[in-house]
């Protein structure tokens, strides 16, 4: 959700560096959390650390990670990501596509970015985040949760993903899924089998979309 509602992964990865020199005295370029996009807090921290073979408390370093994007973000709400904001409003106005927020990260974190950006939480009937999931992506459980909740089967459901790892997870869901180049490159989110690719949402509109997937 990060790199597609709202351009936070440079935060993110930003507050999660200083979480690990601030608790273990340990230096990680930010760069390096960009691997464990999509994958749910707890192994967007463990993963770094296993590479670079530091033990650490997962619940004190997701908290603490939590606490300085907060910090980060204090200067006020983060603008939306270009053309999310009309493509929302044709979905709503069409009366025949239902929005649901699919994310693996805390809802806690992830309701203020949301709200932040001018969207409304009542825009979106369905939120599935990831203390409802036990599995993360790339595991399709948390977009079948999100079909389930819809009732909608998963070739009626397109997914808007940012990281390899969620589109992984949308297409193993059967789901079609628009690749956004915010966090990897057209090629990177090619080959993990998105169906369309875009450098902005400004290059989407209800009606391609709807063209484009048969739906």
């Excluded at 009626?156 to 789901?175: H, K, L, S, T």
Aim: aromatic content about 6%; charged content about 25%; proline content about 7%.
């Amino acid at each position: 959700m990060d790199g597609v509602i709202a351009d936070t992964e440079t935060l993110n990865a930003r507050a999660t560096a200083l979480m690990f020199k601030e608790l273990y005295g340990v230096t990680i370029a930010p760069e390096e959390f960009y691997a464990y996009i999509g994958m749910g807090d707890e192994r967007y921290v463990q993963g770094p650390a296993e590479k670079h073979g530091v033990a650490i408390d997962t619940e004190a370093a997701v908290a603490r990670r939590a606490e300085n994007f907060l910090k980060l973000t204090a200067s006020g709400p983060l603008p939306p990501t270009p053309g999310l904001l009309e493509l929302a409003r044709q979905a709503r106005e069409s009366g025949r596509v239902t929005l649901a927020i699919a994310t693996s990260g805390r809802r806690e974190k992830q309701v203020p970015v949301i709200e932040g950006t001018g969207l409304k939480l009542e825009w979106f009937p369905v939120f599935i985040s990831g203390e409802q999931v036990t599995k993360k992506k790339p595991d399709p459980q948390i977009y079948r949760l999100a079909a389930e909740a819809l009732t909608l089967p998963p070739k009626r459901c397109v997914v808007v993903e940012d990281a390899p790892a969620g589109i992984q997870a949308a297409r193993a869901a059967g789901m079609w899924c628009l690749g956004l180049t915010t966090s990897a490159s057209p090629q990177t989110l090619e080959q993990a089998g998105a169906d369309w690719v875009v450098g902005s949402l400004e290059e989407v509109s209800l009606e391609t979309l709807e063209r484009r997937f048969q739906l």
